[in-house]
Structure formats: C-alpha cells, structure tokens
C-alpha cells in the first residue's frame, strides 16, 4: 500500500467503505444517517493520519471510529436515546472479547455478509428512480464522491448530490433488513439491474468525448464479484457476473491508439484478457451448475462466450447465438434484445432476415443503434443512400462524441 497518508486512507476507504456503512446501518438502522457516520470517520482519517502516521490496521481504525461517532451521535438525539443502550453493550462486549479497540478483529463474518448484502438490496431498492439507485450504490458501496459519480456520468455535480440526498431521504423509514424471502427474487432483479448499468455505463459511455469509462467497469465488476460471493445460489447473479467478465475482458481491444471505437469482428483478439475469459467461463459454469432454468444474464453470458470462444472472426457461431437471442428474447421480449437478434441472424442467415426483424421493431425513440445496424445491413445488401440517411440519423441521436465520428466516417465512403 501506498506510504502517502493520503493515498492509504483513500484506497482503505475504497475497499471498505460498503463494510464499514452496512455495519453503521445495522446498528442506528438509517443507511442515511450510517453513511453520514461513516463519511464523518473518513474526514478524522485525513486530519489525523497525516499528521500522527497511518495505524497499524487502518480499516479497524475507521470502524472503531465510525462506531464511536455512531453512540456520539445517538447520545445527543433524544429520538435515538434507546439505541444507545445496545450499540454501547456491543461495543463493551467486543472490546472485552478482542482486549483492543480494534474492530476488525471480532466482527462476526456471517454478520458482515448479512450487512452488507442487506445494503446492496436497501441501496438497489426498487422504490427508487433508476438514476438514484446508480447513484446511491456508488456512493455507499463503492466509496465514490459525488464529484466522480458526476464525472463519471457526465451530469453535474448538483444533480447527482440532490439524487443521494433523495434517495437517502426515501430510505429514511425503512427497516435496515433483508427483504423476506417472497420478495427477494425482484428486489434482487433491481440489485442485478443497478449493477449492469454502472457496467455499460463505464463499458460504452452514453455521452462525453470517450468511449469507456474503466473506473466504473472495474466497480461493477468488483460489485459483482461481492454479489456473487453474497448470494451463491443465485444463477443470475453468477451470469451478470460471467457477463461482465466476459466483455470487460476485450477493454485493450475496444480502441485504437487514438481511442477511436473498434468494433467487435475488426478487433484484435490476442489483446483480449484471457484471465477474464476464464473467470468468466467458470462464473457461468457456476449458474449452470444450480441446474435453474437460465435468465437473461445467464444467457447473456453465454452469447458472450460464444465470441469469446472464436479465435477468428469467421469461427463466431453465429447459429448458435441466434438462437440463444431467441431464448434471451423469450425471457426478455424488448425492443434492444430484438436488435441484437436482428444482428446475430443476419450474420448467420443473411442481412435480408436481420432486415426483416429490425423493420418489426418500429420506432425505438433516441435509441441510435437501431439506425447504425439497419445502415450496416443496408449497406451490405447494396442499398447505399439509405445506409448513409440511416448512419447520419445514427449520429445526430448519439451523445457520445466517439461513436458519432465512428457513424460519421462509415456514412462518408457510401457516398
């Protein structure tokens, strides 16, 4: 670890701030108030440590800190004055039990786990909007600032403060507990869901002037991998998290040096991480093996794997995944999963019958790469002019600087 005071409290908190907030919130039972507990332990950690050296173990440090704010706290809120009593009790017990102050040597590791994946389902709560699920996650289980939530998805910094303070707010009265079992399949649907958009999110950037964003990639996937660990018998979480794996795994690839967009089928598979590829592999192996019907995740992560099985371009088996679209459609009846079958079917049966599938669609308002694919088969079917209409309409309607002046320069040589 770094030797910068600094640096060590930034990279502790990184790692343990979701530990430290989902222990917070079992015992003053606000996720709000929790992470505000926790953020206060954070600021002491880059006053002290500075100045008096970095502790022996840092992450026991910020919890036994955290916890002591937590009973200031809850001493000077009549409100609150009941719990005192218990956290007190805890803290007693435990310091009793460990002969120290530090924490981290007597948390109970099935109570950190329940902690935590009771966070992951309060933060991911399906009574919040989308935009403030996003939000609230990074903050409180990935340790963001609000200023890298906002510059990581390019909107202000006052949007996306107001969208935790929201969310934090709507959270306010709600027991920190795991949902009950009738109800975890959807609140873990809306977990999974949150998890992927910060994926695509860092993977293919909506808006800005580059095409990935690799810090939030890495935070999904970490999330991911914690999920999984989490809730093990859960064969969705095990296919997002084979998916993720499996398409964070062609990052090197995705950009030329000058970090212009390249498409699957011209990128260079050697840069592929093969490290990747196997944990995927084995993620998905892991879904499989619960012997549960697949979801959209799991298949997903099995067209991925598809591609990534293929050494060259001409060995994707493109069959196969066009009927594992026809599945993933059969789960998922959307309109962008019908897009990506267009595609898989042209390639396996030609662009006449992707054609035939994306003209079924209809109209898929804002979304550009309905546009760009019908241009590229339009193209490879010989019917230039409308292959350059679809490309320039493809390139008004996205916001990503990149992958406009990609649609721009595949519109120019049909000409």
């Not at 007190?88 to 902690?115: C, K, N």
């Not at 399949?185 to 869901?193: D, F, G």
């Not at 019917?383 to 992958?403: G, P, S, V």
Request: contains cysteine.
């Amino acid at each position: 670890m770094s030797r910068d005071p600094r640096a060590t409290v930034e990279a502790v908190w990184r790692l343990e701030a979701a530990h430290i907030v989902a222990a917070l919130a079992r015992l003053v039972r606000d996720v709000g108030l929790a992470e505000e507990l926790a953020q206060d332990a954070l600021v002491l950690a880059l006053e002290e440590w500075p100045a008096k050296g970095v502790p022996p173990n840092p992450a026991g440090w910020l919890m036994t800190t955290a916890r002591h704010r937590a009973i200031d706290r809850l001493r000077r809120d009549d409100r609150l004055a009941d719990k005192v009593a218990e956290i007190g009790r805890d803290v007693e017990a435990a310091q009793r039990t460990a002969g120290t102050a530090d924490f981290d040597a007597v948390l109970d590791p099935d109570d950190v786990r329940d902690d935590l994946l009771t966070l992951i389902f309060m933060a991911c709560h399906p009574a919040l909007p989308t935009e403030s699920r996003v939000a609230l996650t990074l903050r409180v289980l990935g340790g963001l600032a609000t200023d890298e939530i906002a510059r990581a998805f390019v909107v202000p910094e006052a949007t996306v403060a107001q969208r935790i303070v929201r969310a934090k707010r709507a959270l306010a009265g709600r027991r920190f507990e795991l949902p009950p079992a009738a109800e975890r399949a959807e609140r873990l649907s809306s977990v999974l869901e949150v998890v992927y958009l910060i994926f695509n999110e860092g993977y293919t950037a909506t808006a800005g002037d580059e095409w990935m964003r690799p810090e939030l990639t890495h935070e999904a996937l970490r999330l991911g991998r914690v999920l999984a660990g989490l809730a093990p018998h859960e064969p969705e979480v095990h296919g997002l998290v084979a998916l993720m794996e499996i398409q964070a795994s062609r990052t090197a690839a995705r950009v030329d040096r000058d970090g212009t967009p390249v498409p699957l089928l011209e990128q260079n598979r050697g840069r592929w991480d093969q490290l990747l590829i196997r944990r995927g592999y084995a993620a998905l192996l892991s879904a499989e093996r619960l012997g549960k019907p697949p979801g959209p995740y799991v298949l997903q992560a099995a067209i991925a794997a598809c591609h990534a099985r293929a050494r060259r371009p001409e060995d994707t088996d493109w069959v196969a995944i066009a009927a594992l679209y026809g599945s993933l459609r059969a789960v998922t009846p959307t309109p962008v999963v019908e897009v990506n079958r267009a595609v898989a079917v042209a390639m396996a049966y030609g662009p006449e019958r992707g054609l035939e599938i994306l003209d079924g669609i209809g109209e898929l308002r804002g979304y550009h790469l309905l546009p760009s694919v019908r241009g590229d088969l339009l193209a490879r079917l010989g019917r230039t002019a409308e292959a350059r209409a679809e490309f320039a309409r493809a390139a008004e309607l996205t916001r990503n600087e990149r992958e406009r002046a990609v649609l721009l320069r595949r519109a120019d040589p049909i000409i």
